[in-house]
């Protein structure tokens, strides 16, 4: 990605020190969504869903498997703790979910960070972080940038921002 970034740009700056200080998070996608869907209203979830669903299979991504969202790792708690077969009903209630999420924020530590909840504990804004590939030719990373600047654009719906 430093390859296609202007020389003496503040972009190009923020990734030679993000390369030099954090050396392993460089193949990593963060994302804030500042205006987030209300997870529990499928009506909401589920477009949301599909747009991170499209990221995963861009050519630059490494794929579901390599995403870390907060979402993805509640539903498997729950299955964890036997409910899986109740799962739809939880997560389509506002009550339940927000009540099994601050269960399972309270049991997760680690993605306690990724939510900030407003005071019915629904999510008011949260982050995700998805890996991505190492791509050989200018011509594949020209690709990539151009499809996530694409994605970013269709991400400001929910005022989101990556950052990789």
Known sequence: LINIVLTNSRPRHFLEIRKQYFPEDITRMDVAVMKPPQMQIAAEREPFMGLLREIESTPC?????????????????MGGLGFMDAWKAIVDDEEGFSEN????????????YDILRSTNGTPKAFRFATRLRNVATDELIDRCAQRMRYNSTILEKFSAWASY
Not at 61 to 77: I, L, V
Request: hydrophobic share 40%; glycine share 6%.
């Open 61 to 77: 991504s490494a794929g579901r498997n390599s995403t870390e969202f907060w979402y993805f790792a509640f539903e498997k708690y």
């Open 101 to 112: 999420l601050r269960g399972f924020l309270m049991a997760n530590d680690r993605y306690s």
